[in-house]
């Protein structure tokens, strides 16, 4: 396996990471558990939108210009 492939394995699952933890918080939101778990998912949500902008450009990486 090449180096570049287990990268975007490893960042796949930061963005799955990321989005089940954005989804878990704002399910504690909806159940009143105060604003935190509001802040907490929008901040997992920005985090997951910039690994999937990452991941987006990982398909010009090893290619010859």
Do not use: C, D, E, N
Not at 47 to 59: D, E, I, N, P, S
């Amino acid at each position: 396996m090449r180096l570049i492939t287990a990268h975007r394995i490893l960042i796949s699952a930061g963005i799955a990471f990321f989005l089940f933890y954005a989804v878990f918080q704002l399910r504690l939101y909806a159940r009143g558990a105060g604003t935190a778990p509001l802040v907490q998912a929008a901040v997992a949500a920005a985090v997951a939108v910039g690994f999937v902008v990452y991941y987006r450009t990982l398909k010009r990486w090893g290619r010859r210009p």
